[in-house]
């Protein structure tokens, strides 16, 4: 097989764009169509090397595996090795259990579908701190070594013809499972190697096309797939369904390229240039680096770093895989006695014992609970928060739209209750507010009912954006109301996150601090099929409407409220912060936001809520208790390890819940001494 200069400048054109994209970079939105072109050239240069092998009679599994182990194990265990004190440093013990996965997964080729299971989606913000995240396609890939050639030699016999047809009826089946995945199974779709089978056996099929040392050449068609794929890098970006026919442009971009960007076309003078090139061949290694770098530094900062530290870091992932394809790639592939482990059981037997010793290391890693006696006490008191938050969430707030549950549910229940007049309704923030408002209630001997929904305002009627949710909460609050009518419930208190429904926006509390979280907002049932955005002024006003109107429905059927007002929301995972901090010893362990944010991010609701005027209306105003209170102009976080109010960026603690729940407790506490003064009157 010949050696192409241009293929070596399209790795760069796959590299550099996956490279700006994990750094943050927003003009290169769809950088990670890069992958999707070195699937095509890995399937092309592959299956060339195949071809060519078994023309001549002489195509060995073993020595095919040998190569595949040369090019991909010794950087690969080398970036790993050099990860490991990093992660021993600055990974808190969920991540470093998560890290630990991550290494076993690799080094049995399958972290594919360890991050298939583990994480929100390939785009979501915690996976930027996944170190060994990008391997993912490195195990699709191995997937593909493993499977492709015995299947080319099974189908051989058939004749050529028949294999070229039979490749291209997998690939065919691969991409429409695609499409259809992106719509039913997006995660799945994303990592999993029946969606991305196409890719590889489109680069299959340009090798057959190209046996012999045949090549195409058109100056149009290879400038139109370099600029397909210069489209698809700027044009496309995290709301784009993929893979799916939107891959093919890439994908086409990349074959029409190796197949008409022949020596002499401009393409070809473009992608041979020596800059281009050389970042070509140390392309695996930059691939390798850049993530593990990227990650441990968003690891090691409290907000996201900055795009000057992230192109510095870019450049330091360049520094490094020069130095590791010319002192690690280039030695385990040159050819000759000098070779190191120069045999094909001493590569592979050397490749299955680092193999087995990382294996080890991620056992241990992962068995340990992320071997938290590394941390100080302050960093893991603070952790705590995250599992302080009742065992009443587990139980009374729910995520599946139950709305034939069997009212009440005992176990959300004040204890001495067997039935309430009070309940606690709302979405996570009431289930957040609800075990400590059980035991407020119970401890001054008033009846309490929590029943909340994950991702739901408190009301039917609604239908959220998150697929999930979207049509969970309608029958569920149905069913909630339904109860409310038929059991003489006579005080609703309502806790939800006001503000998330009506703006949709994750929270972003200004001083680096970006909630983790989809865009998720609410509209009407009744609009389900208009397909209202995000960012509609009208959608908005008639959900902020509702609000209003639902509200005023309790009131006026005879039922007291008590609106508890959007809680402050943090950005930043508060208890991870506080531990971070404890672990490097720089800075003190107190964290707040602006209180302006917080006027600004709820400033439409709390206009909304305050013009209700009713006697049974009564306003419990969380930021009273958050905000100004401990600092001027601020709403806490966190005073010190022992005293943190969230247990993740937006949910209060049980030390949160403990500022707000006295105030529900009195403002129920004054309804039952209002009424029970009006029975004595009447009597």
């Not at 050529?160 to 997006?186: H, K």
């Not at 429904?501 to 200004?510: H, I, K, L, R």
Request: neutral net charge; contains cysteine; aromatic residues 12%.
């Amino acid at each position: 097989m010949n050696y192409r200069r241009e293929i070596d400048g399209l790795r760069s054109v796959a590299v550099i764009p996956v490279v700006l994209f994990h750094a943050g970079f927003q003009q290169f939105s769809g950088g990670f169509v890069g992958v999707d072109i070195f699937f095509v050239i890995s399937g092309y240069l592959i299956t060339s090397i195949i071809i060519a092998e078994r023309d001549k009679g002489h195509f060995s599994l073993l020595k095919f595996y040998e190569r595949r182990a040369r090019r991909i194990l010794p950087v690969l265990f080398f970036v790993i090795l050099c990860c490991l004190p990093f992660a021993w440093a600055w990974m808190l013990p969920e991540q470093m259990a998560s890290f630990g996965r991550s290494i076993i997964a690799v080094c049995l080729f399958g972290s594919n579908f360890l991050f298939w299971h583990e994480s929100g989606g390939y785009f979501a913000a915690a996976s930027e701190e996944q170190p060994l995240l990008h391997t993912w396609s490195l195990a699709v890939e191995e997937q593909y070594y493993m499977l492709f050639p015995l299947f080319v030699m099974l189908m051989w016999r058939f004749g050529r013809r028949a294999l070229i047809a039979a490749i291209a009826a997998v690939a065919l089946a691969s991409l429409l499972l695609a499409q259809y995945g992106s719509v039913n199974f997006e995660t799945a779709n994303f990592y999993l190697p029946t969606t991305r089978a196409w890719e590889l056996l489109a680069g299959s099929l340009c090798a057959f096309l190209l046996t012999g040392g045949k090549q195409f050449k058109s100056n149009i068609l290879s400038l139109a797939g370099l600029a397909i794929i210069v489209f698809s890098i700027f044009g496309y970006d995290q709301t784009t369904p993929f893979p799916s026919l939107y891959a093919l442009v890439p994908v086409l971009g990349a074959v029409l390229i190796i197949l008409f960007a022949a020596q002499g076309t401009l393409t070809a003078r473009l992608l041979s240039t020596r800059l281009i090139v050389g970042i070509g061949l140390i392309s695996y290694s930059l691939y390798l680096w850049h993530q593990p770098v990227f990650a441990f530094a968003r690891i090691r900062s409290i907000t996201e770093p900055s795009l000057v530290l992230m192109s510095m870091l870019a450049l330091a992932s360049t520094g490094l895989a020069y130095l590791s394809w010319r002192f690690i790639e280039t030695p385990f592939r040159t050819s000759g006695t000098a070779r190191l482990l120069p045999t094909p059981a001493r590569i592979l037997s050397a490749g299955g014992i680092a193999g087995m010793l990382f294996i080890g290391i991620g056992f241990y890693g992962t068995s340990s609970n992320g071997l938290q006696f590394r941390l100080p006490q302050a960093a893991l008191t603070a952790l705590a928060e995250q599992e302080h938050h009742d065992p009443v969430m587990d139980t009374c707030l729910f995520d599946k739209g139950e709305a034939s549950l069997p009212h009440p549910v005992r176990d959300c229940l004040t204890k001495h209750s067997v039935s309430s007049k009070t309940i606690l309704i709302g979405d996570s923030h009431a289930g957040a507010l609800g075990g400590e408002a059980l035991r407020s209630f119970d401890a001054a001997n008033l009846d309490l009912y929590v029943m909340a929904h994950s991702a739901c305002v408190g009301f039917s009627g609604f239908y959220v954006s998150n697929p999930k949710y979207k049509l969970r909460c309608n029958p569920f609050f149905t069913g909630i109301e339904d109860y409310i009518r038929t059991s003489g419930m006579k005080t609703i208190i309502l806790a939800s996150r006001w503000s998330l429904y009506v703006d949709g926006s994750p929270f972003d509390n200004g001083e680096g601090g970006v909630e983790s979280l989809q865009p998720t907002y609410v509209d009407l049932v009744d609009r389900l099929d208009e397909h209202a955005e995000q960012d509609d002024p009208a959608r908005k006003a008639r959900v902020l409407k509702q609000y209003v109107e639902d509200i005023w429905a309790y009131l006026e059927s005879g039922h007291n409220v008590v609106l508890v007002y959007p809680i402050p929301e943090a950005g930043w995972n508060v208890p991870d912060i506080v531990a971070k901090t404890a672990m490097t010893g720089i800075g003190n362990l107190e964290f707040s936001t602006s209180y302006d944010r917080y006027q600004q991010r709820n400033g439409a609701v709390i206009a909304a809520f305050d013009a209700i005027s009713h006697p049974n209306l009564f306003r419990v105003r969380p930021a009273d208790h958050f905000c100004n209170s401990f600092l001027k102009d601020r709403c806490i976080n966190s005073l010190n390890a022992e005293k943190v109010f969230y247990f993740d960026d937006d949910h209060p603690s049980d030390t949160g819940a403990k500022l707000v729940v006295p105030a529900i407790l009195k403002a129920v506490q004054t309804i039952e001494t209002r009424e029970n003064g009006a029975v004595t009157a009447t009597q």
